[in-house]
Antibody
């Protein structure tokens, strides 16, 4: 069974940093590109960042470029999102999602990031 | 950036009725469009990909159609578990999502 389990969310002050993790199981993690998608409270879905299967290529939404870094450790079947210079507008549930044939076929349960002083 | 618009914002229907949801793209996305269902407190679930293909395990009452800029998700006969928010998503450039259509019980 495919499972994606996020962790690392929590309360952080504006300007602070946080690292999210997504532990994958039930599939060959190193064969799939992975994405982070977020959802602000009561709002819609927003693509955040993507990484290729071998980690060689990374992509970011303009809203997080220069502040967030996506990475992966295929030996640990884990995806990461290092978030810095956090702003109020970054507050959201962050989902990791597997990309298959161009679409998000599996999602984690999400981890909540709260940015507040 | 390709902008997706969904209509209506809310659709109030009864179980057994037919639901028709629309998604319009600001420019052509060919058939690169998907539909997701999201229930409160849950992650989205892939329903339809490439405009008209049902994802694994999705019931036949869900169908998708369209190409270019205009797309439709149809639920032929609403089951109680279908009341949720539905998002469309394109992947022609970087992924973008529509604002969602909430299907609630009339």
């Amino acid at each position: 069974e495919v499972q994606l389990v996020e962790s690392g969310g929590g309360l952080v002050q504006p300007g602070g940093s946080l690292r999210l993790s997504c532990a994958a199981s039930g599939f060959t993690f190193s064969s799939y590109a992975m994405h982070w998608v977020r959802q602000a409270p009561g709002k819609g879905l927003e693509y955040v960042s993507a990484i290729s299967s071998n980690g060689g290529s990374t992509y970011y939404a303009n809203s997080v470029k220069g502040r967030f870094t996506i990475s992966r450790d295929n030996s640990k079947n884990t995806l990461y999102l290092q978030m810095g210079s956090l702003r109020a507008e970054d507050m959201a549930v962050y989902y990791c999602a597997r990309l298959s044939r161009g679409w998000y076929d599996y999602w984690g349960q999400g981890t909540l990031v709260t940015v507040s002083s | 950036e390709i902008v997706l618009t969904q209509s209506p914002a809310t659709l109030s229907l009864s179980p057994g009725e037919r639901a028709t949801l629309s998604c319009r793209a600001s420019q052509s996305v060919s058939s690169y469009l998907a539909w997701y269902q999201q229930k409160p407190g849950q992650a989205p679930r892939l329903l339809i990909y490439d405009a008209s293909n049902r994802a694994t395990g999705i019931p036949a009452r869900f169908s998708g159609s369209g190409s270019g800029t205009d797309f439709t998700l149809t639920i032929s006969s609403l089951e109680p578990e279908d009341f949720a928010v539905y998002y469309c998503q394109q992947r022609s450039n970087w992924p973008t999502f529509g604002p969602g259509t909430k299907v609630d019980i009339k």
